[in-house]
């Protein structure tokens, strides 16, 4: 059974810093782009960043770009999240995300929040 599994949040002050990981379980996505995306209570979710099967691309929400770095490591099989400078704006329950060519994958979510 495939999983993804995040850990790594936490409450933070403004200004801090957190690094969110998530680990697939069951079988590589060595292959495939993995993302991150947000959810704040009563909004919908949406993307943060992502990055290309080898790293060598990524891709941010306006909102983070030069506060949080996304990166993998495909021999463990996690893709991870440094975010800095954080905002209380950031507060949300973030997602690890994965699509193969049949489906996608989420994983239950991991909760930041950032008190001002």
């Known amino acids: 059974q495939v999983q993804l599994v995040e850990s790594g949040g936490g409450l933070v002050q403004a200004g801090g810093s957190l690094r969110l990981s998530c680990e697939a379980s069951g079988r590589t996505f060595s292959s495939y782009a993995m993302a991150w995306f947000l959810q704040a209570s009563g909004k919908e979710r949406e993307f943060v960043a992502a990055i290309s099967w080898s790293g060598g691309s990524t891709a941010y929400a306006d909102s983070v770009k030069g506060r949080f770095t996304i990166s993998r490591d495909n021999a463990k099989k996690t893709v991870a999240l440094q975010m800095n400078s954080l905002k209380p704006e950031d507060t949300a329950v973030y997602y690890c995300?994965?699509?193969?060519?049949?489906?996608?994958?989420w994983g239950q979510g991991t909760q930041v929040t950032v008190s001002s």
């Open positions: 995300y994965v699509a193969d060519t049949l489906r996608t994958y």
